[in-house]
């Protein structure tokens, strides 16, 4: 499991050295969740990027997309992603509204919050 933060000012300098990190600690069965800072699967230069440095390490981000939980919020900034050898079910997303927090007008949390099942 690798788990990464990347400041939104920092994510060319991250998708930069990416590959050689991502080379010299993956094993099989590798789940990097984390902050990535991105949106995917918009079609922005270093969502692209992202996406094919993970492709060629075979990984795939199991969170990019829209998400019915979310309803009109931001899409998810923060993503799991795996290799091919384990499988995962539907994300489980938390949204960054509650109805029990502020009676749903203000976020509990700036970050919406997922989940995967791994057998």
């Not at 998400?67 to 994300?91: K, W």
């Not at 109805?99 to 989940?115: C, I, L, Y």
């Amino acid at each position: 499991m690798i788990g990464i933060v990347v400041r939104w000012n920092e994510i060319g300098r991250y998708l930069d050295h990416l590959p050689e990190a991502s080379d010299k600690n993956m094993a099989k069965r590798t789940i990097v969740a984390g902050d990535f800072n991105l949106r995917p699967p918009a079609a922005r230069c270093h969502v692209k990027r992202l996406k094919q440095i993970l492709s060629e390490r075979d990984l795939t981000i199991h969170t990019a997309g829209t998400h019915p939980e979310l309803a009109d919020e931001r899409p998810l900034i923060d993503h799991i992603a795996t290799t091919s050898d384990l499988t995962s079910g539907r994300p489980i997303i938390w949204p960054r509204r509650v109805p029990t927090f502020a009676n749903g007008a203000k976020e509990v949390s700036d970050h919406a919050g997922s989940a995967l099942d791994l057998p």
